[in-house]
Structures are given as C-alpha cells and as structure tokens.
C-alpha cells in the first residue's frame, strides 16, 4: 500500500521534470492549471494535494491527446456521484485501488470505464516493515541514473539536475458539491503485488512506470517530523523578518 509520500520540488521543477515531445516531435513543458493549490513537502498524506499528470484533452476536449497538463488533486477519490456535501464523510478509504478488483468497486470502475487515467508524481514513497512488534519505516524512490533518451510518449522524469520522479498509475474523478460550491479533482493510486526489491517490507506498491527502486531505511521516523517543524519555523521567521523590514 502507499499511504505516505514525499514530493519536495517545487511547481516549476515538477513542470521541468515531465518534459515530454508531442506528436510533431517538439520538447514540450506541460501547462499547470492550478499551481497555487500544491504546495512541496517531505510527508504528504491522503485528503492533501498532489501533482497530478494527465491529458489535457481530459480538461478541454478539442485539445490534442498528445499534449499534458499538470493538475494538483485530492488523494482519496471521492467519485462523481457521492452525496454528502463534504468529502471528508466518506465512510472508506480511497486512496488506494487494488488492480485486481477495480472493475468489482463502483467508484473506481466508473472513473476506469471512461478512460480517466493519470500518472501521480512523486520523490519516493514511505512504507513500514513490520518488525519484532516494531515498525521500521522505508523510503522508497526510483534510482537517480540521468537517462539522455526518451520514447515520444513517455514522460522524461528528470529536471535538469538529474532529480528523478517516482511516477505512479492513478485514476481520477470529478465531484460537484449537491449544494453548490468549487468542483474537486480527486484521485485513486492503483496498486499491485510487490516486486522483489519492495516484497520484503510490504506485500503490496503503488503500480508504477519501472521496477527497479532504492529502499532506504530511515533511521528514526521522529527526524522527519522535526525536518517537518523546522521548515516551519523557518517560513515564519522569513515571514516575520519580511513584516519587519518592509
């Protein structure tokens, strides 16, 4: 399962990293539609929001299939036809979809059946291993090789400096509050049985663009919440300083 991630590039450095070419073969950026809505942190959990890649033609019908936007969402799909006016009061959870049985769950086969897939960006993901009654928790990325090739349909995961996105398969829905109010983008991670480097901590990983990952043990879980803290300690004394001298 993956219930915790981490995505620390900022909104300009998530556009660079998912270079892509179009159907006439240029290097293209794609266009974010709502970047004032993500904001970067080492410990993103379900209900925040997340870069999100997909079809524009998903957003604009007679735009190209070949071109893609950037779309911050809301992990935990919440499908087009839930009722109450608040997305919190659903009763289960999902955030994750398991493959084998999306097509028996009706709010994921309705978002499958129209085709609204996407690619959920990340750094890495955590995970926990159970462990003499204990957990141990992972952080698991993609290795940071800089490739220099791409296909003319795959995403080139990199920004310039080499930083390598975790990419993983989602799909996503629409929801209009029955009471009026701003529409939500809302997403699902599609899952899998795990492959051999990730099986020994978990049974399950979200489905992603490649097999091959770094597992890396975090020594204490505590020191990520307190890189949490203080990079919100820093932001209010940059804040204060900014009050001050302006």
């Known amino acids: 399962m993956c219930g915790r991630t981490a995505i620390f590039l900022g909104a300009d450095g998530i556009r660079r990293a998912c270079a892509y070419q179009d159907k006439q073969g240029r290097r293209r950026h794609p266009e974010w539609k709502n970047a004032d809505k993500y904001s970067p942190s080492y410990n993103k959990c379900p209900q925040s929001n997340n870069p999100v890649l997909l079809s524009r033609q998903h957003l604009e019908k007679d735009s190209s299939s070949s071109e893609r936007v950037l779309v911050a969402m809301r992990w ?16 289960y959870n999902t955030s994750n979809c398991r493959s084998d049985t999306m097509m028996e769950k009706l709010s994921y086969k309705g978002p499958l059946v129209k085709g609204k ?35 003319k349909t795959d995403i080139e995961d990199e920004d310039p400096n080499g930083q390598r996105l975790l990419t993983m398969a989602g799909i996503f829905d629409y929801w209009e509050p029955p009471n009026g109010g701003e529409a939500l983008y809302s997403y699902t991670i ?33 020191y990520i919440m307190w890189l949490k803290h203080l990079i919100t300690l820093y932001t209010a004394v940059l804040m204060w300083l900014y009050l001050f001298l302006e």
Request: proline share 5%; net charge positive; with cysteine.
């Open 76 to 91: 935990g799909l919440v499908p087009t036809w839930f009722k109450e006016d608040d997305p919190s009061k659903m009763q």
């Open 117 to 151: 897939r996407c690619v959920v960006l990340t750094n890495g993901y955590y995970e926990w291993q159970q462990r003499n009654g204990q957990k141990q928790p992972y952080f698991i990325y993609f290795p940071q090789t800089v490739q220099k090739t791409f296909s």
């Open 190 to 222: 599609i899952t899998v049985e795990a492959s051999k480097s990730v099986s020994s901590i978990h049974h399950r990983q979200g489905r992603t663009t490649g097999q091959w990952f770094v597992v890396e043990q975090i020594v204490t879980w505590n």
